[in-house]
């Protein structure tokens, strides 16, 4: 089994910072691209940043030059910096992991989601 443990999500005042952390652990052999998704009240899940295992990196539009994706591959960990928050950033977040368990191939799987909360 994998789990997925998230951090950092908050209330923060527009213009504000946050930081999240995902720790994966369990049957890991090694992790392909980790996200993170966000899902705000009444609206779809929506990828906002993706790495790669050898660090490369995508963000939808409304994010670029605002939030930060890295991982430490020998922490099984991804991290969102998010800088410069707006109140359409409030959304329940959650990171998904491309895990290769050497089982039965590469599963997907996700964390509990943490709230961010951005209030103006």
């Known amino acids: 089994q994998v789990q997925l443990v998230e951090s950092g999500g908050g209330l923060v005042q527009a213009g504000g910072s946050l930081r999240l952390s995902c720790a994966a652990s369990?049957?890991?052999?090694?992790?392909?691209?980790m996200g993170w998704y966000r899902q705000a009240p009444g609206k779809q899940s929506e990828l906002v940043a993706a790495?790669?295992?050898?660090?490369?990196?995508n963000y939808r539009d409304s994010v670029k030059g605002r939030f930060t994706i890295s991982r430490d591959n020998a922490k099984n960990t991804v991290y969102l910096q998010m800088n410069s928050l707006k109140p359409e950033d409030t959304a329940v977040y959650y990171c998904?992991?491309?895990?290769?368990?050497?089982?039965?191939?590469?599963?997907?799987?996700w964390g509990q989601g943490t709230q961010v909360t951005v209030f103006s």
């Open positions: 998904k992991a491309e895990v290769n368990t050497m089982g039965p191939g590469v599963l997907d799987y």
């Open positions: 369990g049957s890991i052999f090694s992790i392909n691209t």
């Open positions: 790495i790669t295992r050898g660090g490369s990196t």
